[in-house]
């Protein structure tokens, strides 16, 4: 079985910084695109940014400029390096592995959330 783990969320300050990581567990696996999504309470769950294993990255607008996501191939692991944070980024952070391989088949993997709350 594989999981994905996050982890560093947390209370900050406008303006202030976050870094959030993501690590995938298990064995025989293989991971191709990983993404962090936010939920905020209320609203539907949108995506923030993804990463290829190649390292191609896509961001949603209101973080461009703001946020970085990176990858540890070797590791299994994705990061979300959060800067100048606003309050309207406040919310759930799942990491999500859409087209992992795993037993035969390709999976898409969510972890179970991470709060990043922003007060002004």
């Known amino acids: 079985q594989v999981q994905l783990v996050e982890s560093g969320g947390g209370l900050v300050q406008a303006g202030g910084s976050l870094r959030l990581s993501c690590a995938a567990s298990?064995?025989?696996?293989?991971?191709?695109?990983m993404a962090w999504y936010r939920q905020a309470p209320g609203k539907q769950r949108d995506l923030v940014a993804l990463?290829?294993?190649?390292?191609?990255?896509n961001y949603a607008d209101t973080v461009k400029g703001r946020f970085t996501i990176s990858r540890d191939n070797a590791k299994n692991t994705v990061y979300l390096q959060m800067d100048t944070l606003k309050p309207e980024d406040t919310a759930v952070y799942y990491c999500?592995?859409?087209?992992?391989?795993?037993?035969?088949?390709?999976?898409?993997?969510w972890g179970r959330g991470t709060q990043v709350t922003v007060s002004s």
């Open positions: 999500n592995a859409p087209d992992l391989f795993y037993s035969g088949s390709y999976k898409n993997i």
């Open positions: 298990g064995s025989a696996f293989s991971i191709n695109t």
């Open positions: 990463i290829t294993r190649g390292g191609t990255t």
